[in-house]
């Protein structure tokens, strides 16, 4: 098990772009949160996904959206991009809430 | 507010010396406390959460629910816990997590 993947590594958009980021979760986990890690700062939490319903959220806007599919992976999009949205973007799965597994990240840079 | 206080951005330890990583908190109600730490060029990765009282890689962490702390300790340290280290709550089963900015800890040589 390759544990959590997420692509693409790494990522530079333009302001005002939109931008689709993904996540496998860990064999077995039916649970995905999304997290940004801007520079110099703890993750925050964005938003959580069960069962393909967004089941808890941040203090993110509306620009920020999610979707989970079937086979429980999940896409994190922001539309709109701006300069400080640029962070790392981590996800984390689990099956019990606890035991949240993360990914290594996706880098996201906005010029 | 819910809210993870971690005063140190970064601390230097001497090899062999006791390290104490600080965390405060801030929830009204009982949250679960966790410790999160990420080496080098790894994922983030869990430490250890004060429900099941372990202690990982010779690290305790003890709630104190008066002070409202959950500091990270360890009696020797050792060269390979240089890391980030982060500390985080949650308010229960299913509800997000919340985590500090983080303290670098650096072992001297």
């Known amino acids: 098990d390759a544990g959590v993947t997420q692509s693409p590594t790494h990522l530079i958009k333009t302001r005002g772009q939109q931008v689709t980021l993904r996540c496998s979760p860990k064999?077995?986990?039916?649970?995905v949160s999304w997290y940004q890690q801007a520079l110099g700062q703890g993750p925050q939490f964005i938003f959580q996904?069960?069962?393909?319903?967004?089941?808890q959220r941040g203090n993110f806007p509306d620009r920020f959206s999610g979707h989970q599919f079937p086979n429980y992976s999940s896409e994190l999009n922001v539309n709109a991009l701006l300069l400080g949205d640029s962070a790392l973007y981590l996800c984390?799965?689990?099956?019990?809430?606890?035991?949240?597994?993360f990914g290594p990240g996706t880098r996201l840079t906005v010029t | 507010a819910q809210r993870v206080t971690q005063p140190e951005k970064l601390l230097s330890v001497f090899k062999g010396a006791p390290v104490e990583l600080k965390c405060n908190y801030s929830?009204?109600?009982?949250?679960?406390l966790f410790w999160y730490v990420q080496y080098s060029r790894q994922r983030l990765q869990l430490l250890l959460r004060?429900?099941s009282r372990e202690s990982i890689k010779g690290f305790t962490a003890d709630l104190n629910k008066g002070e409202t702390s959950f500091h990270l300790k360890k009696p020797f340290a050792q060269e390979e816990d240089s890391a980030m280290y982060y500390c985080?709550?949650?308010?229960?089963?299913?509800?997000?997590?919340?985590f500090g900015k983080g303290t670098r800890l650096h072992i001297l040589p």
């Open positions: 984390a799965s689990s099956r019990s809430y606890y035991e949240q597994y």
């Open positions: 004060h429900i």
């Open positions: 985080a709550l949650s308010g229960g089963r299913d509800d997000k997590i919340i």
């Open positions: 996904y069960y069962e393909e319903e967004e089941r």
């Open positions: 929830y009204s109600g009982s949250p679960e």
């Open positions: 064999s077995g986990h039916d649970t």
